[in-house]
Antibody
Framework: QVQLVQSGAEVKTPGASMKVSCKPSGYTFTGFFIHWVRQAPGQGLEWMGRINPNTADTTLSQKFQGRVTLTRVTAITTFYMEVTGLTSEDTAVYYC???????????WGQGTLLTVSS | DIQMTQSPSSLSASVGDRVTITCRASDTVNNYLNWYQQKPGKAPDLLMYAASSLQSGVPSRFSGSGSETNFTLTIRSLQPEDFATYYCQQTYITPWTFGQGTKVDIK
């Protein structure tokens, strides 16, 4: 069965960086884009960007350009999202999700809680 | 960016009620419109894609309609497990923006 397993919760101080992993299983690694979506406490969903697993090409929301990097390591079939220059406004649950050719996010990771606090 | 606006932001309903949630896009999204259900502490689940296609495994009491800029999610007969927050999302143009969500709770 398809699963996306993310790394565990993180606590960071302002100005630090964080890197979340997302490891899919149950399907061909190169077959589907991986997207990243975040949700601040009590708030809605915010699309951050996506990565093409074949080419490593990325598309980021303008809001996150320059501060977010999406990567993949094919040898270990794992995706990563790194966010630099953290502030308290980055406190959120970060999700990875798979997109199908029909442009739908059909499987999601369990989420990774990031807390940014001094 | 295309802005997605859902209405209402919240509603109270009873088991068995018919519930309708609307989603309006600031520009055409063709039919690239998805609906998700999210329960507290959980990742979203895909309900509908391409405006009116039911995701595999989703009960048939859920349906979607619309095109261009106006879309609707309907729950034909609300069940206890349907109390949740619902989000629309356009996937026509990046960034793939979400609506602000509609919380459905028990009357």
């Amino acid at each position: 069965q398809v699963q996306l397993v993310q790394s565990g919760a993180e606590v960071k101080t302002p100005g630090a960086s964080m890197k979340v992993s997302c490891k899919p299983s149950g399907y061909t690694f190169t077959g589907f884009f991986i997207h990243w979506v975040r949700q601040a406490p009590g708030q809605g969903l915010e699309w951050m960007g996506r990565i093409n697993p074949n080419t490593a090409d990325t598309t980021l929301s303008q809001k996150f350009q320059g501060r977010v990097t999406l990567t993949r390591v094919t040898a270990i079939t794992t995706f990563y999202m790194e966010v630099t220059g953290l502030t308290s406004e980055d406190t959120a649950v970060y999700y990875c999700a798979r997109s199908h050719g029909a442009r739908k996010l059909d499987y999601w990771g369990q989420g990774t809680l990031l807390t940014v606090s001094s | 960016d295309i802005q997605m606006t859902q209405s209402p932001s919240s509603l109270s309903a009873s088991v068995g009620d018919r519930v309708t949630i609307t989603c309006r896009a600031s520009d055409t999204v063709n039919n690239y419109l998805n609906w998700y259900q999210q329960k507290p502490g959980k990742a979203p689940d895909l309900l509908m894609y391409a405006a009116s296609s039911l995701q595999s495994g989703v009960p048939s009491r859920f349906s979607g309609s619309g095109s261009e800029t106006n879309f609707t999610l309907t729950i034909r007969s609300l069940q206890p497990e349907d109390f949740a927050t619902y989000y629309c999302q356009q996937t026509y143009i990046t960034p793939w923006t979400f609506g602000q969500g509609t919380k459905v709770d028990i009357k």
